[in-house]
Each structure stands twice: as structure tokens, then as C-alpha cells.
């Protein structure tokens, strides 16, 4: 057996360079002369009497925690980080301490205790947006796991979701949801760290392709707006906030895995936000509708389409009558819903027969200061048809922490969930 025989007062670091070298010109001899049949590994390094054992790239975890808050019934999604590993080649092994059970008034919540590091909603959050809302549930980790419970109590096959935070889906959302079988889809918006999400089950649907797009990059660069692009033009202010929105869209086309002649256009957004901008929203949906059609008439001829999302609008609004309707005149209120100063009148039109798959809710956002319906599944109506709707909490259940978020519901926005089936 070969031995490395070094001085004692040689230094460990100039030893082991050497031994590196000896190594790497070994092997460059073995390969020119080519594998050799069966051949031992070469014996560990020695010096002196020890012996060293020498790993390259081992794998390595650099970052296991749990959440801050775990809550008693509901799932937990540890945070995993490797180095030159992947977490599903990795064994987990869970212990837990014996505690009291549900009280079944409120969750029970424990602190873990440890070196992790603690996310903190923003002062904002506890102060101006949700002061009614008791500080430890706006915690990430706290809703994290509420969120969780939820989603995965619906055993939707799809689900679309907005506002993500970019680093929730990737380290939470994502693997918690994976684990029961749903794959998510993620499109950020430009310059932010919060997008949209598509989840489907995978045991049911497979991905054939995406056609995702930012609404201001569409308009300046797909000829496909070029029409609309060039009436934004005669108004410049309108134009000039529509292309400074990061405002997406996310559009996923999905076939059945029993049925593959059976396939599904997804789009998915979260349209600008100003109570005041109605004349930007038709413009954005105008984009989305357009880009759908094209999917859905050109590239997938006749495939149904799922249209969802935070659309921000009532159904009083000129967006929801323009989506549900296929139109919308010149002369409609929203197109002033800024004052006359930021007037952009334009006839619209697109040509899918689209109904809101949940109806008029009162409701699907309640706030300190604000309730209305702003959130709809929009559905083919000539191929797809509602089933069944879940019904949404009731009043005094939204109300009981006074409004949302709260100590019970994670979101300021409730979600909508039905059952479709193919005409």
C-alpha cells in the first residue's frame, strides 16, 4: 500500500495540495490509457499515522426549520436547503412532543423555539392595512399554515391563485401543495416579488405549454395589439400608466391524462388595483382576451377556456360587463373613471361567450373600510358547465374577527370554488 509520508513540520495545507495533484495526475494517466476493467478504488490518504477520509461535493443540508407557529391538525412544510442533494432523495425523519389538543374555540399555536429565523409581517400590514387583525396571524408562518389547510382541504385538480410571494411558492406553497399532488406554475411580476400561481393534479392533468405575458410588453411588442396599441396611442396619459403597470397574465393549456382528446385553456391574472382605474383594467382585459384568443382559435382550435382571477372590478363595472358580455361602447362611464383629463374611449369586442362560474357573490373581499365581489372564474359557456359551487362562509363567520385577514382566515380575499364538467 501506497503511504503519504510527510515531515512533521510540513504544513497540512502544502501536504494535502500535494496528495491532490499526485491524484489528478494519476488520473489523467488513467484516461489515456482508458477504464480499466474492474479496478479498486485507490486506498484513503495517509500522514503518519491517521488516515483521512477525502469527500468532494458531499451532499449537504444547509437549512432545515419548521415554522414559527404550528398549528394542531394542519400540515407542516419544513424549509429544506442542500448543497449537491435533492429533498426528495433526502429521508425525513419527524418526532413530536405530546401536547393538549384543539381547544375548539381557536387554533392551538406553539412557538418553536430555536436558531431559525422569524419572518415579520410589515409594520404597515399591522398598522394601516389590518389593525383589526391580531398581530401574531398576519406572521408568514402562521399564515402559511392556514393557507395550506385550506388549499389542500379543497382536493381541487386545479387551482389558480394570485399575489404569491416568489420566495412562498418556491420554499412553502410549492412543496407543501406538491406533496398531495398538485403542480404549481409560477409567473412573477416584472420588477416585483409577487405573481401569479397555477396548481393542477398531476394524476389528472399534464402540462402541453404555457403562453404567459406582461401586459405593458405585449402592447409594444406583439403585433397582435398592434390594433389597440395604436388607439392607446391617441391617448397618451392612459398609455403611458398601462405600459408602467407589471401587471401579468398567466395562461397554461393542460390535457386530461384519461382523455387526451379532452384539453383546457387556463388563464390566470390580477388585473391593476386603483379603485379609479377601470379605463386601465378594460385595457389590460382587452390584451388578455385578445392574447386568449389567439390560444384558443389559432393555436388549439376550439379548446374551452377557464378565465380567473382578481379582476378588481363589481359587477356593476364596465370590466365585468365587457368579459360576461363580449363588449364594450365607447361611451361607458369607466372609460372617464379618472375624470376627463385621463378620457380613453375605444369600442371593445372579443368573441367567447364567458359566464361567471360562481355568480355575483356579495362579496369576495372584505376589509376594514371595504367589501365587493372583485374576484370571478370566468367559463367557456359553450363547452363547460358548473356542476356545483361551494358555498362561501357565511357573514357572521367573515365578520366574527370583524373583518379579513384574521385569526381563522389567511387572506383578505375568499376563495371561489366549483365543480366543472365538459359539455
Known sequence: MERAVRDREEPLGRALARIAAKGRAKAAKKGRKGPASGEELPPPPTIGDATYRVERNPPTVTELRLPHSLLAGFPVCPK???EFAAPHHCLFRWFCERLPGANGAQPVWVDVEGGDQQVE???FSRTVLFPYCAPYALELDYRQSLLHKELTGYHADLMCLQEVDQA???DSLGPALEAFGLKGLFKIKEKQHEGLATFYRQDKLQLLSQHDLTFSQALQEDPLHQELQDKLATYPMVQEKVLQRSTVLQVSVLQ??????R????????????PKGGNIRL???????????????ELYPGIPIIFCGDFNSTPSSG??????????DENHEDWVSNG??????MSLTHPFKLQSACGEPAYTNYVGGFHGCLDYIFIDAHALEVEQVIPLPSHEEVTTHQALPSVSHPSDHIALICDLKWK
Do not use: D, M
Not at 376627463?340 to 374611449?345: A, F, L
Open 80 to 82: 429544506l436547503a442542500t
Open 121 to 123: 409581517s410589515t409594520e
Open 168 to 170: 412562498v411558492f418556491t
Open 256 to 261: 386530461s391524462t384519461n382523455e387526451p382528446s
Open 263 to 274: 384539453k383546457i385553456c387556463v388563464a390566470n391574472t390580477h388585473l391593476y388595483w386603483h
Open 283 to 297: 385595457i389590460q382585459a382587452a390584451v388578455a382576451l385578445s392574447h386568449i384568443r389567439h390560444i384558443a382559435c
Open 319 to 328: 370590466l365585468y360587463r365587457f368579459v360576461s358580455s363580449g363588449n364594450i
Open 340 to 345: 376627463e383629463e385621463e378620457k380613453c374611449s
